[in-house]
Nanobody, 116 residues
Framework: QVQLVESGGGLVQPGGSLRLSCAAS????????MGWYRQAPGKQREWVAT???????NYADSVKGRFTISRDNAKNTVYLQMSSLKPEDTGVYYC??????????WGQGTQVTVSS
């Protein structure tokens, strides 16, 4: 059974930090590249960052230098450390494999709100 459970979101002031976590079932986590995605109000979901099974990372230009993605293969968990947060980082954050399956499963996500 596929399961993705995101957590760690919240309300933070501009310039602040948050750490997101995603617990993934073994079937989706094993050997797959995993990523974080986000969906801002009124916009389509967009890719944010990827971490390969061996730890190689890649980031969207909008978050490069501010966000750090990592994974713990023993715990089937993916993390996203976010710093220097901006209001435009506001949205619901999801994790999934990279690339995600068309029409495939998505978790409930975790809300991140950056506001003063």
């Amino acid at each position: 059974q596929v399961q993705l459970v995101e957590s760690g979101g919240g309300l933070v002031q501009p310039g602040g930090s948050l750490r997101l976590s995603c617990a993934a079932s073994g079937s989706i986590f094993r050997i797959n590249a995993m990523g974080w995605y986000r969906q801002a109000p009124g916009k389509q979901r967009e890719w944010v960052a990827t971490v390969g099974f061996g730890g190689i990372t890649n980031y969207a230009d909008s978050v490069k230098g501010r966000f750090t993605i990592s994974r713990d293969n023993a715990k089937n968990t993916v993390y996203l450390q976010m710093s220097s947060l901006k209001p435009e980082d506001t949205g619901v954050y999801y994790c999934n494999k990279v690339p995600p399956e068309r029409g495939g499963y998505w978790g409930q996500g975790t809300q991140v709100t950056v506001s003063s």
